[in-house]
Structure formats: structure tokens, C-alpha cells
């Protein structure tokens, strides 16, 4: 068992995370500028705002994200077909 592995059998992965920091992971591309993102160890999601600062990612963000990602995605199938 690695010393990580041990570490969060004891403390908890949210502690481990407060103590060492996140390991983000891209969780999903919505646009070139705006991302979904992950922590590998906690689970705690985050997205960019419009500002480009990241924020937990509420249902409601989710469903906005959700409904650009869908425009985005028409958006390049309209002008590949061009």
C-alpha cells in the first residue's frame, strides 16, 4: 500500500486534499475556453466562469454548460458542412 493509500484509509480523501492540493483532470471540453474538471482524489467538481475563474460546479452551471456545449457542438457541424 502506497503512503497516499495509507494516508487516505486514515484521514479521508477531502483531507488529503487540504492538505496536498487537488488533482485536477479534465472531465469534459465545452468550448475551447470553458472546461469541466474533476478531482481525481475527492471527486469535487469545478468549471470555468465567465470571467475565467473556476467555481464549483452547481447543477444549475451544469445545465449551462450542458446547453453550450450542445450549441458549440451545431455550431461546428454547421461549418464543416460549409
Known amino acids: 500500500m502506497s503512503t497516499v493509500q495509507t494516508l487516505m484509509s486514515l484521514f479521508g480523501k477531502k483531507i488529503i486534499c487540504n492538505l496536498f492540493g487537488h488533482k ?5 471540453n465545452i468550448t475551447k475556453h470553458v472546461k469541466e474538471y474533476k478531482c481525481k ?4 467538481e469545478l468549471t470555468n466562469i465567465e470571467n475565467g475563474h473556476t467555481t464549483h460546479l452547481t447543477p444549475e452551471l451544469r445545465d449551462i454548460n ?5 450549441f458549440n457542438k451545431k455550431r461546428i457541424l454547421r461549418l464543416e458542412n460549409v
Do not use: A
Not at 485536477?24 to 469534459?28: D, G, P
Not at 482524489?41 to 469535487?44: A, E, G, Y
Not at 450542458?66 to 450542445?70: G, I, K, N
Open 66 to 70: 450542458e446547453t453550450l456545449f450542445q
Open 41 to 44: 482524489t475527492c471527486q469535487l
Open 24 to 28: 485536477m483532470i479534465t472531465s469534459k
